[in-house]
């Protein structure tokens, strides 16, 4: 027997199924940096009457990110509290609500100029940046800025805001080709990461524990730690305002029994 693949499967078992090879994102994902930088969207491998991809994500919950369930047609558990939470008339309930509620990242392909070499990435962006983009796309002046041929590159700037940096994008002032090169061309065309298969797709149960340990820390910290492990510190207080399934009102009672009759299996 090859232990070392006994050993990779255990691990991998032990962990529920979570555990992932490790990845360089950064071959994968272009984030831009303070100042200005030149890129060019290019239509999408996967979609080519539309470069962009929209996909909901849990932030919060969990220590990291997570890609929402329904992004792939299945159930989510979160998304499933969320409705619940949405079917009482508590402010608080409401308030829960919106912030369980996934949040929306789009996602293009791009080729940034002066790095041709790493090919085509993908970058992640928000609603406002999507409206802006989606605008230059609308004005008959530019149109499909992801054309090989008479496209437009974009200037993306960074600035530090308070407390975030603050990115704005616009056209440059003339049509250009993607490249002079067509075998680089047809390579940006077919080979590109899908922003569908990029990001860990956890499955159900996990998302489920992730959101019981948001609702209720309390059974989190009070789970005995594992052979050899230190005791955690005792965390802050939950501010007043947090919803736990421990400081619920007694109005979204029915909801923390709706909560524990959704997840009973």
């Not at 220590?63 to 792939?72: C, E, G, H, I, Q």
């Amino acid at each position: 027997m090859d232990l070392n693949a006994i050993r990779a499967k255990l691990d991998t078992l032990n962990n529920n199924g979570q555990q992932r090879e490790k990845t360089d994102y950064s071959k994968i994902f272009w984030k831009p940096e303070l100042g200005k930088q030149t890129i060019r969207i290019v239509p999408s491998a996967f979609d080519p009457t539309f470069p962009f991809k929209e996909l909901k994500f849990h932030y919060g919950v969990g220590k990291y990110p997570m890609v929402a369930l329904s992004n792939f047609g299945k159930q989510d558990p979160i998304e499933e509290f969320v409705k619940e939470l949405r079917k009482t008339n508590d402010k608080d309930n409401w308030s829960l609500s919106g912030k369980l509620n996934p949040k929306t990242r789009i996602f293009a392909p791009v080729v940034v100029r002066g790095e041709e070499d790493k090919g085509v990435r993908l970058w992640g962006f928000g609603i406002t940046i999507y409206k802006a983009l989606l605008a230059l796309a609308e004005d008959e002046d530019i149109g499909d800025f992801t054309d090989v041929i008479n496209g437009w590159d974009m200037v993306v700037e960074q600035v530090q805001g308070n407390p975030y940096p603050e990115t704005t994008v616009r056209i440059k002032p003339k049509q250009t080709p993607l490249s002079d090169n067509n075998d680089l061309v047809d390579a940006w065309l077919k080979t590109q990461p899908n922003p569908t298969e990029v990001h860990t797709q956890y499955d159900y149960d996990f998302i489920k524990k992730q959101l019981q340990n948001y609702l209720n820390p309390g059974a989190a910290e009070e789970a005995a730690p594992a052979a050899g492990a230190e005791t955690p510190a005792t965390p802050a207080t939950p501010a007043k305002s947090d919803f736990t399934l421990e400081t619920a009102t007694a109005e979204s009672k029915d909801t923390v029994s709706k909560f524990d009759d959704l997840f009973n299996e």
